[in-house]
Nanobody, 126 residues
Framework: QVQLVETGGGLVQAGGSLRLSCAAS????????MAWFRQAPGKEREFVAA???????YYTDSVKGRFTISRDNAKNTVYLQMNSLKPEDTAVYYC????????????????????WGRGTPVTVSS
């Protein structure tokens, strides 16, 4: 069993920065692919970024160059550094963990993730 707890959300002005953290507990955490998804009001949950246990990273196009995902396996924590925030980044951000992916996976499919946190809200004002 894996438990995920997100922190770091809040209100920020456009152009500002936030760093989200996801504290994970459970066995074998370091072997999981960890990801961030987000869900804006009235919209479906969407992939933001993922990091494999080996360190590979993946991003949705809209955040490339602005967001950075990283992980500290010693602390069982995953981070999402968000810079140059835009009002369209406003959403609840969720941390997710998964272990089994197809060889061709881009790690962006929510159904592939078995464990989810409760989310942390991010609001970007214009």
């Amino acid at each position: 069993q894996v438990q995920l707890v997100e922190t770091g959300g809040g209100l920020v002005q456009a152009g500002g920065s936030l760093r989200l953290s996801c504290a994970a507990s459970g066995s074998g955490i370091s072997t999981y692919t960890m990801a961030w998804f987000r869900q804006a009001p009235g919209k479906e949950r969407e992939f933001v970024a993922a990091t494999r246990w080996s360190g590979g990273t993946y991003y949705t196009d809209s955040v490339k160059g602005r967001f950075t995902i990283s992980r500290d396996n010693a602390k069982n924590t995953v981070y999402l550094q968000m810079n140059s925030l835009k009002p369209e980044d406003t959403a609840v951000y969720y941390c997710a963990a998964g272990r089994f992916f197809s060889p061709s996976s881009t790690y962006s499919r929510s159904a592939d993730y078995n464990y989810w946190g409760r989310g942390t809200p991010v609001t970007v004002s214009s």
